[in-house]
């Protein structure tokens, strides 16, 4: 955590969801949304930081598809 941002890595699990992961945070957090990732991430930590989530190919592609599959509703 440098300052009041703190960066987070995500990868996507299918069984599981996004799951973020830092030095900082006591153990993986999961969730289904990355909206939803983000919040969970801000109340571990307490404190008013700015979550960067940084994410992976997996995470990429899944967030991709879903913004594809909600253009086609």
């Given at each position: 955590?440098?300052?009041?941002?703190?960066?987070?890595?995500v990868?996507f699990?299918?069984?599981?969801?996004?799951?973020?992961?830092a030095?900082?945070?006591?153990?993986?957090?999961v969730?289904l949304?990355?909206g939803?990732?983000?919040?969970r991430i801000?109340?571990c930590?307490?404190?008013?930081?700015r979550?960067?989530?940084?994410?992976?190919?997996?995470?990429?592609?899944?967030?991709?598809?879903?913004?594809?599959?909600?253009?086609d509703?």
């Open positions: 955590m440098s300052g009041d941002r703190f960066e987070v890595n990868t699990d299918a069984a599981h969801g996004y799951v973020a992961s030095p900082e945070l006591r153990q993986p957090v969730a949304s990355l939803g990732l983000r919040r801000e109340i930590c307490r404190t008013n930081v979550v960067v989530l940084q994410l992976d190919g997996l995470a990429e592609r899944e967030r991709h598809r879903r913004r594809a599959q909600a253009q509703l």
